[in-house]
Every structure is written in C-alpha cells, then in structure tokens.
T-cell receptor, first 116, second 112 residues
Framework: DTGVSQNPRHKITKRGQNVTFRCDPISEHNRLYWYRQTLGQGPEFLTYFQNEAQLEKSRLLSDRFSAERPKGSFSTLEIQRTEQGDSAMYLC??????????????FGSGTRLTVV | AQRVTQPEKLLSVFKGAPVELKCNYSYSGSPELFWYVQYSRQRLQLLLRHISRESIKGFTADLNKGETSFHLKKPFAQEEDSAMYYCALGGGSGGGADGLTFGKGTHLIIQP
C-alpha cells in the first residue's frame, strides 16, 4: 500500500461537462474525506465517509457535487455541469478513527481541475 | 462556527533563528488541533497533533485554551523547514474525526 492514490492528476474540461475523480485510500483506513483547495486558501472540507456510509454531505458546494463510496473502499467525486468556479485542486484523505479520536489524515496528491 | 486564523501569509527567518508560526482558533467546544505541512511538490502531510503532545522534526505546539491559540514553534530553523504550514481544527460531536477546518496557511522561508 503506497498511500492515498488519486486519479487523474490533472483534468481539463469544458464548462458544462461532467467530471468524475477517483480516490483509493489506505486499505485499513475506515474514513475517507474529500476537500477542495483553491489558490491561496487552505483545504475546504466537502464530505466524508465512514466505510460506505456518507456521514456528512451538507458541506458539498452545491447539488452539482456528489460523492460515493459503494463498497467502503475507493470513492468517487462527481461534479455535474462544471463551471469555471469549480477550477481547483480536489484532495482526498483517509484516516483511522477510534471513537472520537482522529489519528490524523493521510492526503493524496490531489486532482487539479481546470474548467475552460 | 469554527474558524482558524493564521495571520501571517509569509514568514521569512534566517537559518538557526527561532521560528513561531501563529494559529488562533474559534470554537465553542473541545477542540482537536493539528499542524499539517506541505513541502515543495509534495502532498500535504500531518506534522503533529495537540493531543499527542509530541515533537516532530524539532517542532512543538502547545494548545492554549485561554488564548485560543496553537502556535507552532521551533528553536533553531533549518533550511529544510521551508514549506507551507497549515493549522487545522477539528470539532463537532466526532472530535476531529468528522472533517477539519483549515487556516489559509503560512509560507515559511528559511534563508541561509
């Protein structure tokens, strides 16, 4: 296991198109998170899963954003009808959580989305 | 609402000098605080957690609930410490397990 893997590394798409990103977490990590990072800002929390259950999705930026983790392993983040404002780095992270303690995230390298 | 403030966008110090990266937070509950670091062309990685009270790469951070601060310190800076540093706050019913609020980051440059 070489860590959290994200694909693709870069994505250029035309405005209005749908895009999907994939994240493969560290296999023994039960939690998976999606963040967005724009230039000059820290990562912004979008959603997270514990195993296959999506426990928080109110922070997704709009109803054009959706995420899945169907078997509790890899996850996908989809953006429908992309807009130029969606251009950002999309980060995935995973963590091992015991009770209320977060042992800290392991981040992937991110997918950089450019909407033209 | 949760908020993390890192007042310095850029901090430049000479090698061997002490470093202090400031972080202030706003949260009404019991916070979990973290420092993450991103070296050039590398992914974001965990540096330290307040709950473990550890020292990593010579860095320490003490949670001061009275001042709502979690400043990162190192007594003698090294050139390899040059990186982007983010302070992050966890809260809510799941502690830090249900998503973190990050500050905007401080770019630390260590001059030779």
């Amino acid at each position: 296991d070489t860590g959290v893997s994200q694909n693709p590394r870069h994505k250029i798409t035309k405005r209005g198109q749908n895009v999907t990103f994939r994240c493969d977490p560290i296999s023994e990590h039960n939690r998976l998170y999606w963040y967005r990072q724009t230039l000059g800002q820290g990562p912004e929390f979008l959603t997270y899963f514990q195993n296959e259950a999506q426990l928080e999705k109110s922070r997704l930026l709009s109803d054009r954003f959706s995420a899945e983790r169907p078997k509790g392993s890899f996850s996908t983040l989809e953006i429908q009808r992309t807009e130029q404002g969606d251009s950002a780095m999309y980060l995935c992270a995973s963590s091992l959580t015991g009770g209320f303690t977060n042992y800290g995230y392991t981040f992937g390298s991110g997918t950089r989305l450019t909407v033209v | 609402a949760q908020r993390v403030t890192q007042p310095e966008k850029l901090l430049s110090v000479f090698k061997g000098a002490p470093v202090e990266l400031k972080c202030n937070y706003s949260y009404s509950g019991s916070p979990e605080l973290f420092w993450y670091v991103q070296y050039s062309r590398q992914r974001l990685q965990l540096l330290l957690r307040h709950i473990s009270r550890e020292s990593i790469k010579g860095f320490t951070a003490d949670l001061n609930k009275g001042e709502t601060s979690f400043h990162l310190k190192k007594p003698f800076a090294q050139e390899e410490d040059s990186a982007m540093y983010y302070c992050a706050l966890g809260g809510g019913s799941g502690g830090g397990a249900d998503g973190l609020t990050f500050g905007k980051g401080t770019h630390l440059i260590i001059q030779p």
